[in-house]
C-alpha cells in the first residue's frame, strides 16, 4: 500500500514549522519595513523558543495543539491496523474539524487502488496461464504430428513462426506455434524456430522427450540447445513379469487346446454349411425330420446320403480329425464348470459311428461346435489375461482368470458385441468400407476389454 503524504495532504492543519517560521517572519518584516526585517524574520522562531523555555520551567505545556498532535503522530508511526488508522484520524480531528475523515478517505482510496492493482496483476495471471495453455497446445499437436510419422518444418516470418506438416490428401498444413509479431523484434522468433527444428531432429524418435522440449522453447525456459540434456525424459526400464516354470507347460497345452479347438470349429462351421445347403437342416440347425421324404432317401444310410450329397470326403476328413485324444485334450481345456456340463456327454463319447442316424450325427455336431468355440474363446481369453499381467510386471497365474471369463461370458451371452455391429449396420447401410472399417474397430475394442472374441464374430464374421 503506498503512503499517504500526510505532511502534504495536511499542510494547514500540521504546518511545517520552517515554512511557518518563514511566512510569519515575512509578513512581519513586511508590517515593520525593511529596517527590522531580520529580527522580525527571526522573531517567530525565539517567540517559540521563549514560550518553550517558559513552559519548562513553570512546567505547564506550552505546545500548540499543531505541535502536539505532530508529535504524538510522530511516536505513533506508520499506522497498519485499522484501530491506528482510526486513532491517525482523531488526532487529527483535534486540530481541525473534519481533517481525520479526509486521512480515512484517503485510506480508503488507497485500499481501492491496491485492490484495482490486484484485479490487474490476477488478470495479468490469468492472460500468461491461457497463453502458456495455448503453447501447451500448440506443442501437444506438434506431438502428434510426429507420432504419426511425420516431422515438422519450421519457418519464421518477421516475429511469427509456424510449424508446417501435411493431411492424409498431401495438402500442406500451417499451425502458428509463435507469435511475437506486435513487439517488432524478430530475434526471439528466429530463436524458437532454430530450437524446435533442432530438438524436431535430436529428438524425432523419442516424443516424450520431444514434448517436453517444444513446450520450454515456446515458453521461453530453453534458450540455447546445449540446455535440451536438462529436460530430456528418461524413460524408465519397462519390469515386465514371466511365465514361470511352473505355469510354462500350463501355456503350452493351453496354447495347443486352443489352437485344435479353432480349427475344429472351423472344419464343424464348413460341414454345417454343407449340409444347410443341401437341406439337412432346418430353421433352427436341427436335422430336417422332412429330409428324407422330400430327398428320396427313405431308409437311406448316413453314408449313402453323403455319398449322394457329396459330403463322404468331407465326414470322412472330420470323423479322423477328431479323434478321442484330441478331443480330450479339448475338455481337459475347457472353461470350469464346461468339462462337467451334461450337455458335452454326447462329445466325449466321439464322433458317432457309420451306423448311427443323421439325427445323431447332427446332435453330435451341435455339441461339437458349442465345445470347439467354448474350448477356443477359453484359450484366447486366458493367454490374454497372462499376457497382461506380464506386461504390468507380474507373474502369469490363473487367479485372475475366472473373474474375466466370466465377465466375457456375459458380455458374449448378452451379444454386446452384436448389438455394437448391428448399430454400425444401420449407421452406415450405403458405405460398405466405413462399414468394415467401424466393425473391425468395434472387435478390436471387444477385444481388449474382454481378452478374446466369441467366436462367431471373428473377423467380421456373423452366423
Same mark, same amino acid.
Given at each position: 500500500?503506498?503512503?499517504?503524504?500526510?505532511? +502534504?495532504?495536511?499542510? /494547514?492543519?500540521?504546518?511545517?514549522?520552517?515554512?511557518?517560521?518563514?511566512?510569519?517572519?515575512?509578513?512581519?518584516?513586511?508590517?515593520?519595513?525593511?529596517?527590522?526585517?531580520?529580527?522580525?524574520?527571526?522573531?517567530?522562531?525565539?517567540?517559540?523558543?521563549?514560550? !518553550?523555555?517558559?513552559? @519548562?520551567?513553570?512546567?505547564?505545556?506550552?505546545?500548540?495543539?499543531?505541535?502536539?498532535? &505532530?508529535?504524538?503522530?510522530?511516536?505513533?508511526?506508520?499506522?497498519?491496523?485499522?484501530?491506528?488508522?482510526?486513532?491517525?484520524?482523531?488526532?487529527? /480531528?483535534?486540530?481541525?474539524?473534519?481533517?481525520?475523515?479526509?486521512?480515512?478517505?484517503?485510506?480508503?482510496?488507497? !485500499?481501492?487502488?491496491?485492490?484495482? $492493482?490486484?484485479? *490487474?496483476?490476477?488478470?495479468?495471471? $490469468?492472460?500468461?496461464?491461457?497463453?502458456?495453455?495455448?503453447?501447451?497446445?500448440?506443442?501437444?499437436?506438434?506431438?502428434?504430428?510426429?507420432?504419426?510419422?511425420?516431422?515438422?518444418?519450421?519457418?519464421?516470418?518477421?516475429? %511469427?513462426?509456424?510449424?508446417?506438416?501435411?493431411?492424409?490428401? @498431401?495438402?500442406? *498444413?500451417?499451425?502458428?506455434?509463435?507469435?511475437?509479431?506486435?513487439? +517488432?523484434?524478430?530475434?526471439?522468433? =528466429?530463436?524458437?524456430?532454430?530450437?524446435?527444428?533442432?530438438?524436431?531432429? &535430436?529428438?524425432?524418435?523419442?516424443?516424450?522427450?520431444?514434448?517436453?522440449?517444444?513446450?520450454?522453447? $515456446?515458453?521461453?525456459?530453453? #534458450?540455447?540447445? *546445449?540446455?535440451?540434456?536438462?529436460?530430456?525424459?528418461?524413460?524408465?526400464?519397462?519390469? %515386465?513379469?514371466?511365465?514361470?516354470?511352473?505355469?510354462?507347460?500350463?501355456?503350452?497345452?493351453?496354447?495347443?487346446?486352443?489352437?485344435?479347438?479353432?480349427?475344429?470349429?472351423?472344419?464343424?462351421?464348413?460341414?454345417?454349411?454343407?449340409?444347410?445347403?443341401?437341406?439337412? $437342416?432346418?430353421?433352427?440347425?436341427?436335422?430336417?425330420?422332412?429330409?428324407?421324404?422330400?430327398?428320396?432317401?427313405?431308409?437311406?444310410?448316413?453314408?449313402?446320403?453323403?455319398?449322394?450329397?457329396?459330403?463322404?470326403? /468331407?465326414?470322412?476328413?472330420?470323423?479322423?480329425?477328431? #479323434?478321442?485324444?484330441?478331443?480330450?485334450?479339448?475338455?481337459?481345456? =475347457?472353461?470350469?464348470?464346461?468339462?462337467?456340463?451334461?450337455?458335452?456327454?454326447?462329445?466325449?463319447?466321439?464322433?458317432?459311428?457309420?451306423?448311427?442316424?443323421?439325427?445323431?450325427?447332427?446332435?453330435?455336431?451341435?455339441?461339437? %461346435?458349442?465345445?470347439?468355440?467354448?474350448?477356443?474363446?477359453?484359450?484366447?481369453?486366458?493367454?490374454?489375461?497372462?499376457?497382461?499381467?506380464?506386461?504390468? @510386471?507380474?507373474?502369469?497365474? /490363473? &487367479?485372475?482368470?475366472?473373474?474375466?471369463?466370466?465377465?466375457?461370458?456375459?458380455?458374449?451371452?448378452?451379444?454386446?458385441?452384436?448389438?455394437? =455391429?448391428?448399430?454400425?449396420?444401420?449407421?452406415?447401410?450405403?458405405?460398405?468400407? %466405413?462399414?468394415?472399417?467401424? &466393425?473391425?474397430?468395434?472387435?478390436?475394442?471387444?477385444?481388449?476389454?474382454?481378452?478374446?472374441?466369441?467366436?462367431?464374430?471373428?473377423?467380421?464374421?456373423?452366423?
Amino acid at each position: 500500500m503506498a503512503q499517504i503524504d500526510i505532511q +502534504g495532504l495536511f499542510k /494547514d492543519v500540521l504546518p511545517n514549522e520552517v515554512i511557518e517560521d518563514k511566512s510569519e517572519g515575512v509578513r512581519a518584516a513586511n508590517l515593520v519595513g525593511t529596517l527590522g526585517g531580520m529580527a522580525a524574520y527571526y522573531g517567530p522562531q525565539r517567540e517559540r523558543q521563549l514560550r !518553550r523555555a517558559a513552559g @519548562g520551567l513553570l512546567g505547564i505545556d506550552t505546545r500548540t495543539e499543531a505541535e502536539a498532535a &505532530r508529535e504524538e503522530l510522530q511516536k505513533l508511526g506508520r499506522p497498519q491496523t485499522d484501530e491506528e488508522h482510526q486513532r491517525y484520524a482523531d488526532i487529527l /480531528d483535534r486540530v481541525q474539524a473534519g481533517a481525520g475523515l479526509q486521512y480515512m478517505m484517503g485510506i480508503a482510496q488507497e !485500499r481501492r487502488d491496491a485492490q484495482e $492493482l490486484d484485479l *490487474k496483476e490476477r488478470k495479468f495471471e $490469468l492472460d500468461q496461464t491461457q497463453v502458456r495453455e495455448n503453447i501447451r497446445i500448440n506443442s501437444m499437436n506438434l506431438v502428434r504430428e510426429m507420432e504419426a510419422g511425420q516431422k515438422p518444418k519450421y519457418f519464421q516470418t518477421g516475429g %511469427r513462426v509456424v510449424a508446417v506438416t501435411e493431411d492424409a490428401e @498431401g495438402n500442406a *498444413k500451417t499451425e502458428v506455434i509463435y507469435d511475437d509479431s506486435d513487439k +517488432g523484434d524478430d530475434s526471439n522468433a =528466429l530463436k524458437i524456430r532454430g530450437l524446435m527444428t533442432a530438438a524436431g531432429n &535430436r529428438y524425432s524418435d523419442d516424443t516424450a522427450s520431444f514434448k517436453v522440449l517444444a513446450e520450454n522453447i $515456446l515458453a521461453g525456459n530453453i #534458450t540455447d540447445a *546445449k540446455d535440451f540434456e536438462d529436460y530430456v525424459v528418461e524413460e524408465e526400464p519397462v519390469v %515386465r513379469g514371466s511365465i514361470l516354470a511352473g505355469m510354462q507347460g500350463e501355456a503350452s497345452e493351453n496354447s495347443q487346446a486352443g489352437m485344435v479347438a479353432s480349427q475344429a470349429a472351423d472344419r464343424v462351421t464348413d460341414l454345417f454349411g454343407d449340409m444347410d445347403k443341401n437341406g439337412l $437342416l432346418d430353421a433352427e440347425g436341427n436335422f430336417n425330420e422332412t429330409f428324407r421324404s422330400m430327398g428320396g432317401f427313405v431308409g437311406s444310410t448316413q453314408n449313402q446320403i453323403f455319398d449322394a450329397l457329396g459330403m463322404r470326403d /468331407d465326414i470322412s476328413k472330420y470323423r479322423t480329425a477328431a #479323434t478321442r485324444e484330441i478331443n480330450q485334450q479339448v475338455v481337459d481345456n =475347457l472353461p470350469p464348470g464346461v468339462a462337467s456340463d451334461r450337455d458335452i456327454e454326447l462329445f466325449k463319447q466321439g464322433f458317432p459311428s457309420e451306423n448311427a442316424g443323421m439325427e445323431e450325427i447332427v446332435e453330435y455336431l451341435q455339441q461339437a %461346435r458349442y465345445v470347439y468355440e467354448e474350448a477356443a474363446e477359453y484359450a484366447a481369453m486366458r493367454e490374454s489375461v497372462w499376457n497382461k499381467m506380464i506386461e504390468a @510386471g507380474e507373474d502369469a497365474s /490363473d &487367479r485372475q482368470t475366472f473373474t474375466a471369463w466370466s465377465k466375457f461370458k456375459n458380455a458374449r451371452d448378452n451379444d454386446f458385441l452384436g448389438v455394437a =455391429l448391428r448399430m454400425i449396420d444401420e449407421q452406415y447401410p450405403d458405405d460398405e468400407n %466405413r462399414r468394415a472399417l467401424e &466393425r473391425n474397430k468395434a472387435i478390436e475394442a471387444f477385444n481388449d476389454k474382454y481378452g478374446a472374441v466369441p467366436y462367431k464374430y471373428r473377423f467380421g464374421q456373423t452366423r
